[in-house]
């Protein structure tokens, strides 16, 4: 079986349209530029019963394009749910359930072209399947490759397609609560929350990591999984949550909307001192505390778990105590002087 990666795209992260962007690799003018909305289809239907939905695709390019709709199927790769696209093997009779109401077409710059997917389930049919309409230039040599001679491009909408049948399985597992450090000098902290779907229907878990202080207030909540990402059936998905409320904060140097990075290729980093914000100085222990939510069918199911960790910045301290040191010898040096002086004189004698 053929397998085929497109540039990545993270199941159900994106809201908006989608632009996939390749390049011909010895014509540089022969730019595909296609806009597909919406990025993500999730389709809920019964055994034998048919369900449509429509894709809407622009050609955002200065050239008129000539395009084909295809089928492929997607799992996740990784933990981050990056898709890998596969063609069809002899087993996947599901592709025929999927009709197009146009398969060939041509697009004007920055015409759009609305084309709407049906998909008809056997009365057989149960559980997730998981499928990619993609749109490439029709041509023999066009693919939806990373690598090759000629790579000309395409773009692609998922189907994440539940057909309903009593015997669904709707459970998540969560595997981990975890952060880099337990020691940070100055935030953001990091927190990485990994689960597993243990059940047959994908699912997009919901949840926060709370933030509290040594005295148990909470301080923060950071969302999980904002953009609804969805993690397959049998696979692990690790969803990233960062703590930034806090004075000075660590940030990324940029030169424009480019990082700038050192010679191992890693970011520069610098302290932002944003004196509106000194009151949410951070130094002590604090304890997190992940809440994942999901839906099994009947209810909503939560998951938690906890860590702890300290934030010390620990330069800013050695300066201070320097500072309030440099500061208490200089008063010392006024003072001590004065008191001594002042021992040194003689009392008047009273009147008698």
């Known amino acids: 079986m053929r397998v085929v990666s497109i540039i990545t795209l993270f199941i159900g992260s994106l809201l908006g349209s989608v632009v996939l962007t390749a390049k011909a690799a010895d014509t540089p003018s022969a730019v595909l530029k296609l806009e597909i909305s919406p990025p993500v289809l999730e389709l809920l239907t019964e055994p034998g019963r048919s369900i449509s939905a429509d894709v809407k695709v622009t050609n955002s390019g200065s050239a008129t394009e000539a395009l084909r709709v295809d089928l492929q199927k997607f799992s996740a790769q990784g933990e981050d749910g990056r898709p890998v696209f596969e063609d069809r093997a002899s087993e996947d009779d599901y592709f025929d359930w999927v009709n197009f109401s146009v398969k060939e077409f041509t697009l004007l710059p920055n015409e759009q072209k609305t084309v709407t997917v049906t998909v008809s389930p056997p009365a057989t049919a149960q559980f997730g399947y998981y499928l990619a309409v993609t749109f490439l230039r029709d041509t023999a040599e066009s693919?939806?490759?990373?690598?090759?001679?000629?790579?000309?491009?395409?773009?692609?909408?998922?189907?994440?397609l539940n057909v309903q049948t009593p015997?669904?399985?709707?459970?998540?597992?969560?595997?981990?609560?975890?952060?880099?450090?337990?020691?940070?000098?100055?935030?953001?902290?990091?927190?990485?929350?990994?689960?597993?779907?243990?059940?047959?229907?994908?699912?997009?878990?919901?949840?926060?990591?709370?933030?509290?202080?040594?005295?148990?207030?909470?301080?923060?909540?950071?969302?999980?999984?904002?953009?609804?990402?969805?993690?397959?059936?049998?696979?692990?998905?690790?969803?990233?949550?960062?703590?930034?409320?806090?004075?000075?904060?660590?940030?990324?140097?940029?030169?424009?909307?480019?990082?700038?990075?050192?010679?191992?290729?890693?970011?520069?980093?610098?302290?932002?001192?944003?004196?509106?914000?000194?009151?949410?100085?951070?130094?002590?222990?604090?304890?997190?505390?992940?809440?994942?939510?999901?839906?099994?069918?009947?209810?909503?199911?939560?998951?938690?778990s906890f860590l702890s960790f300290w934030v010390i910045p620990w330069k800013a301290l050695l300066v201070l105590g320097a500072i309030v040191l440099f500061v208490l010898l200089g008063l010392k040096s006024i003072l001590w002087p004065l008191a001594r002086l002042l021992r040194r004189k003689p009392l008047r004698s009273r009147p008698e």
Do not use: C
């Open 143 to 160: 693919t939806l490759a990373e690598s090759g001679a000629t790579v000309t491009g395409g773009a692609a909408t998922l189907i994440l």
């Open 167 to 304: 015997n669904a399985e709707r459970s998540l597992d969560l595997l981990e609560f975890s952060s880099p450090r337990t020691v940070y000098e100055y935030l953001p902290a990091t927190f990485t929350v990994r689960v597993k779907n243990t059940g047959n229907i994908h699912l997009a878990p919901r949840g926060a990591v709370f933030v509290r202080d040594s005295r148990g207030r909470t301080l923060s909540s950071v969302p999980l999984n904002p953009a609804q990402g969805n993690v397959l059936p049998g696979t692990n998905r690790a969803f990233l949550a960062r703590w930034i409320d806090g004075f000075p904060l660590m940030e990324n140097k940029q030169e424009g909307d480019q990082p700038i990075t050192n010679a191992k290729g890693e970011p520069q980093q610098k302290l932002r001192w944003d004196l509106s914000r000194v009151a949410n100085f951070r130094f002590g222990k604090y304890t997190a505390r992940a809440v994942v939510v999901y839906n099994n069918g009947q209810r909503d199911v939560p998951l938690e």
